[in-house]
């Protein structure tokens, strides 16, 4: 397994292709670097007792000890194992934790392969387990890329007046293929070693160009990575905390007529195959959000419970009802994804599938409570979350002082301690990142809101319980 140090010194040698506040750089740039932090969380914590039994798996392929953000899950208790993790690493990457996204997608393809070649007579499982092993042995970092530019929101990739709004093949040569389009909201792309590709949606059959997945390095020549950072307010030394580091990269990510080579292509034509790549994708992603959106909810208690305490409210009926408000919607998302681990099927391949019903349900109703539960935040925290004083005044030698004592509330919590929980509230709430991109990451990343009804309602029996209706009505008609 990689070292932080190991995964930094080799983005440092990629070749600069980001675009960042105006200008090219590199993957040595202090943003870019600052951005990994949460990556590299999961590097540092795999020797950490606590950690080491979530963090690390057994290959498959391989038997060999290998990071679990690059397992191919083949039990319920890899899925329970890799949902705990996700809740638990989030509370010390400070939110998103990044890596799931590469693991989610490898876990997709690795289900979906083999049918693929069974039905077609290709060769593609053998091109995916060739990059599966370099993935596990070199414990690589990929960005997982489905979403693309989609144009017009009512016309197919074949229908769009510019062609380039789904990614797909522009040129077929004898040892792969030239690919062109854009795929959009590619977190962690800057800092990551490769980038995987899948299909948005289903294709026609007219649509076989746009069925393309593969994976590439994140420099190959072509790919132009246009980058947006997300931080949370910077600190003065003194006044320094965890989450002051806590921060993200999106990218727009271009590709401008780049060469895949055939032993790196997992689908290519196959049209009706399209779909179930974009779907088990989703599925694994959203059975992530079970871990991950639980882990975010708990840094949103965790500072809601401390505020009230120090604002000396903590015992207040009103404050009590939002907390366990807090804590259901939380437990009942990380219940969702138990239920989808424990009611979990097995692909062909032996990859372990999250149950879809359970998957979606609880990432349903983590996305309709994001936005209400910073609001229970915000309530509880007044507004000086907005107003604090910035660190630079609170080490003010004039005017310090005052800052100081007007931020302390109840007797017996130090002023510094006051100050510390409402900068991490003023961050959560109005920190760039954590009010930007999680609230809208919250809502639509894995899909939007309408792409977990359609999963729902697409695997739910409501033959059944419109039974259980007629039945009880005494409706005897079919
Ligand atoms: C912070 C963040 C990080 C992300 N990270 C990644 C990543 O790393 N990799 C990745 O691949 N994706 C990523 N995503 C993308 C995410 O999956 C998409 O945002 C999501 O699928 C919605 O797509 P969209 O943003 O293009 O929204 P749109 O498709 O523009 O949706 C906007 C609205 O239009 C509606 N709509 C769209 N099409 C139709 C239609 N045909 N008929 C009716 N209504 C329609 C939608 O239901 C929605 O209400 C990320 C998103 C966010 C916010």
Redesign the pocket.
Known sequence: MRTAKQYLEKLAAMKPNLYLNGEKVGRDHEAVVRASHAIRVTFGLVNDPEFEPLLTATSHISGEKINRFTHIHQSADDLLKKQELTRKICGVAGGCVQRC?GCDMMNGISAAVKDLDAAHGTHYEENFLAFLKKFQEEDLVV????????GD??KRPSEQWDPDQYLHVVERREDGVVVRGC???????PYSDELLIVP?RAMGPDEKDYAISFAIPADTEGVHLIVREAFSQQRDPNIDAPIAHVGDL?SMTVFDNVFVPNERIFLNGETEFAATYALNFALFHRHSYTGCKPGIGDIILGTTALIADYQGIRKQSHVKEKLAELISVAELVYAAGIASAVKSTKASSGTQMPNVLFANAGRRHAGHHIYHEFNTLCDIAGGIAATLPLSKEYNHPEIGDFVKKYVTRREGVSSEDCYRAFALAGDLLTGEYSSV?FQ??G?????????EDIAIMGNYNLKEKMDIAKALAGIKSE
């Open positions: 996204m960005a997982g890329s489905q979403t693309d530019a989609k929101r009512m795929k959009l909201h590619n977190t962690m792309a948005t999106e991109v809208v990451a809502v639509h990343g894995g899909g939007s809101p309408i792409m």
